[in-house]
């Protein structure tokens, strides 16, 4: 994905077919396709106004995954039966996911990205919004008066597009109440995994003090590569995330695409460069490293978990890891920083279903019982004998981890996804998790852990544990969930924003107010706390303005970065 000239700007090879369909067809199909577009409850949009109301195969019959309907014949296939689609029928390699009303190329058996379809989606449900009487006129349009019809041309698509500016820029100032930032982002194919990640990133109160406040410094990172001689090797991460936050809190509420951002983001890694669906925990840990390893040469750490670049002073804290020997007492004690925390779901608890009896009950786990999980001593099993300083040789061990310092903004990733290398299969954990909106972290701390264990004479010896728990609030409040949803190999994910105190989901490109109850029935892959002292600064200071963060007073930024301690 790399090239010797600029690859700062390197675009993926574009799929040949939809080229060769475009050049073919134009925009006739995209245009045509509007007529069966229909927006659902939840914001997301999906085809309609089929020949029957539950789609099928049309050659296996199955209504089960997904479907895709070709854009030449309209004939709907399964997965199966659409890649082979193009073989009986040349030229007919691009259809339309039934479901999500996403472009799929059935020959490369893969998402592809055009953003005149998005246009064309966009201007349907735009269409669709309900207008005043002062823009309408008081009237009616009549049937068959010029509109978003299946049988105009080029040009009507085209200008959807100033349709879908202006609509959008009106509902920018026209009271929705919406906060500053809530963009929702394009689908470049199979990009949700990136698209939920930026979302919980350009809502981090940190973070966005950091980029909005011009902390990062675009124009001089660029002049130092420039100087240094390495503006031709792989794009700085940050200065594109910082172009992210710019073009997502200028105002405007059109869906924006980061092609760019995802560009960059595959020159840093090749292994990953490719539209296949990703794992939304991996991007996650993957960009914080990048954006690590481009500041860190010019910053000075002091210790464990002390680097100072803004993803290590946002994200990072350190673990403790205790290790006692059964035999003599001795305790190991290790140190890690971390920038999430991995929790295992609690055991399912259940009685066996028989015959003539009830169904089954499980207890769904707790947020707090995996947190319990995690800081329980555990028992190593032989094979993991260790070294013991004292005895001098292997034996049996307790292991214990905690906290030992908290970090800003808290990530626990939750152990969805199983892999067995012994049976060659994987799975996905679909247990109901129970989240509090509020979090007091202190019976995690190593501090704690410490006092149970031993009692407070225990202090005389380890002081370091009472002070550094002291450093930070161990109070959090939720603020953001990555949610995965359907299947291992075809599943889905979205965001779940709480922005002063109301939920928001962010699907792609489209954003929609949620219940409380929609969030807590969701399917939690990645929860995000914050301190509880800059939930509510960030809540304060938040604003409905659509403001352009490079034209900001200083005032504005002032009080945008007060709201984060560590910028």
Not at 132 to 147: A, F, I, M, T
Not at 371 to 376: E, N
Not at 500 to 527: F, H, L, N, P
Request: proline share 5%; aromatic share 8%.
């Amino acid at each position: 994905m790399s090239s010797s000239r600029n690859p700062a700007y390197t675009s993926p090879k574009p799929c040949a077919h939809l080229a060769a369909y475009r050049k073919k067809h134009g925009l006739k199909g995209y245009t045509s396709l509007q007529s069966r577009l229909r927006t659902a409850p939840n914001g997301r949009t999906a085809l309609g106004g089929l020949q029957s109301q539950v789609p099928t195969c049309g050659l296996c019959s199955s209504q089960h995954g997904r479907l895709y309907l070709c854009l030449v014949c309209s004939y709907i296939s399964c997965l199966e039966h659409a890649t082979a689609h193009p073989r009986r029928e040349i030229g007919h390699e691009i259809a339309v996911d039934v479901e999500r009303a996403e472009l799929f190329c059935c020959a490369c058996e893969d998402q592809v990205y055009d953003p005149d379809f998005d246009t064309a989606v966009m201007a349907k449900q735009i269409g669709e919004l309900p207008k005043s009487k002062e823009q309408s006129g008081g009237k009616k349009r009549r049937h068959g008066e010029p509109g978003l019809q299946p049988e105009h041309t080029e040009k009507a698509s085209i200008d959807s597009r100033e349709l879908i500016l202006a609509v959008c820029r009106r509902a920018s100032r026209d009271g929705t109440g919406l906060p500053l930032g809530l963009r929702g982002l394009n689908n470049l194919g199979n990009t949700c995994f990136m698209n939920s990640v930026l979302q919980v990133l350009l809502h981090t109160p940190p973070l966005r003090s950091y980029f909005l406040g011009d902390r990062h410094k675009r124009e001089l990172c660029g002049h130092r590569r420039r100087r240094k001689g390495t503006a031709a090797e792989a794009p700085c991460l940050a200065c594109d995330l910082d172009g992210v936050f710019s073009a997502v809190f200028s105002g405007d509420r059109t869906p924006y695409s980061p092609a760019r951002f995802l560009y960059s983001w595959w020159q840093h890694a090749a292994n990953l460069a490719t539209y296949e669906q990703q794992d939304a925990h991996e991007f996650f840990i993957s960009m914080l490293d990048r954006i690590h390893e481009k500041e860190q040469p010019t910053l000075c750490n002091k210790g464990i978990g002390d680097c100072h670049c803004i993803a290590h002073r946002v994200f990072s804290g350190v673990l403790r890891s205790d290790v006692t020997c059964t035999v003599c007492g001795f305790t190991s004690t290790t140190y890690d920083p971390c920038l999430d925390i991995p929790l295992d779901l609690e055991p399912c608890v259940g009685t066996a279903k028989t015959a003539g009896s009830k169904s089954e009950s499980f207890r769904a786990s707790t947020l707090t019982g995996c947190l319990d999980l995690f800081t329980r001593p555990e028992k190593l099993g032989s094979d993991q004998k260790l070294y013991c300083q004292h005895c001098e040789v292997r034996q049996d061990s307790l292991k214990q981890m905690s906290i030992r310092r908290l970090p800003l903004i808290l990530c626990f990733q939750i152990k969805r996804f199983q892999h067995s290398v012994v049976r060659k299969m994987s799975k996905k954990i679909d247990q109901h998790l129970q989240l509090p909106l509020s979090l007091d972290m202190t019976p995690y701390l190593s501090s704690s852990i410490i006092r149970n264990r031993f009692g407070n004479r225990i202090f005389a010896f380890e002081g370091d544990e009472s002070d550094i728990s002291v450093e930070l609030s161990s109070e959090f409040e939720v603020f953001a969930i990555v949610a995965h949803s359907g299947k291992l190999e075809s599943g889905h994910y979205v965001t779940y924003l709480r922005l002063r105190d109301q939920w928001y989901k962010c699907d792609d490109a489209w954003i929609t107010q949620v219940s409380e109850g929609v969030v807590r029935a969701s399917q939690g892959y990645m929860i995000y706390y914050m301190q509880k002292v800059l939930y509510h600064r960030a809540s304060e200071g938040m604003n409905c303005a659509p403001l352009s963060p490079r034209d900001m007073n200083h005032s504005a930024c002032d009080a945008l970065l007060s709201a984060s301690a560590c910028c």
